[in-house]
């Protein structure tokens, strides 16, 4: 007992001492950092009056061309692990591409036929944790969100299978396969085929397969992830899948290119709604894209320069986690070898407590909840770093600061 109120008092002390230094630190979204940016400044650059024009002299400047320049297909079709006509590229937001696919499924209902989802009873899986705007879409839709384990190797399937063959009000689940966020955890080639096969009582059930960091690895090289979209074509479920990335992480948030991939009937199917939504999407972006990374290697070894900057910020904060909290039995974290996050869970009932006794320090994080469907994280206990924006020293500060709350509301929970 004597020794559990000098722990609270020297924790005590060391929050006084950050309240005395008015931080305003902000560890809320991953975005990446300036120098990360910095790497494509050659994208501000490298379309101009002279090399507008792409391959087969097609005028980038002008209207048109659907669904990507032949030349940007190509490149990302490799990216995607998808041949070129599987893939359409769209704007700047693969959150976009999306919305919109949920937006058409609503409307018309899927391109093999069925009501349209507005019509019916729908639920739909979601790991957890996971990323909150995919739940946000749901959400928006008025789509029931059913939470999913997601483990090491990927949702759990034993409960998916169990689920979608039983459900018919289950038409699709949610999945980051690679470097998930925020786990950063990639899935199986088991748990790839699992989902391929999966018999589902929905007739149109699809899997929203959001790669967005395909190939944000942090040092280790690129975690190899096992090809849905065959898998689903071989096991006669095509249109079961809809691959989606973007380079929004890889280039710039704001100036990527987006791109999804699909098979079967659903590329005629997306374009027709396309067709009726635009005259075509900026293919000067897509150029550019091709002009900088030139293939498939110029783009790994540009992450090659990303993980060397932030695979330092990951280490930084994994290094302070250890050094506070390993053998306290008050916190367990994943290590991710790619991604953008670290997951952390508390004890149970204290994440809530920890994020806001943080955030009256002045470090901001991703509000408690942030990761589960409804912001509601039945056992209090997720909390989702980003490391990659705020420089090395604030990003030190936040996560000594956040360890600190950790410890510190755990001793007071304990009674
Ligand atoms: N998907 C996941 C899993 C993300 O973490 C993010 C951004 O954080 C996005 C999609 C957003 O992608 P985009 O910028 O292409 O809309």
Known sequence: MAEKQEQLQLLKSRIADFKAQKLTLDMTRGKPGTTQLDLGNGLLTCVNETNYRARDGIDTRNYGILDGLPQAKELFSQY?????????IGGNSSLNMMYDTFAQLMTYGSSTGGDPWSSRKKKFLCPVPGYDRHFTICEHFGIRMINIDMNPDGPDMETIEEYVKSDEDIVGMWCVPRYSNPTGYTCSAETVERLAVMPT????FRIFWDDAYAVHFLGSGRAPLADLLTACKKAGNPERVFIFASTSKVSFPGAGIAMMASAGQNPAWLKKRLFAQTIGPDK?????HVIFF????GILRHMEKHARIIGLKFQAVLDILSAELDGKDMA???RPQGGYFISLNTRNNCARKVISMAGELGVKLTPAGSTFPYKNDPLDRNIRIAPTFP????LKKAAEVLAVCIQYVSLAQAG
């Open 332 to 334: 367990a974290w994943t």
């Open 294 to 297: 030139k293939n498939m290697e």
């Open 201 to 204: 009582k929905c007739k149109d």
């Open 391 to 394: 420089d090395m020293e604030d």
């Open 284 to 288: 000067i972006n897509m150029l550019r």
């Open 80 to 88: 995607m692990g998808v041949t070129p006509e599987e893939i359409i």
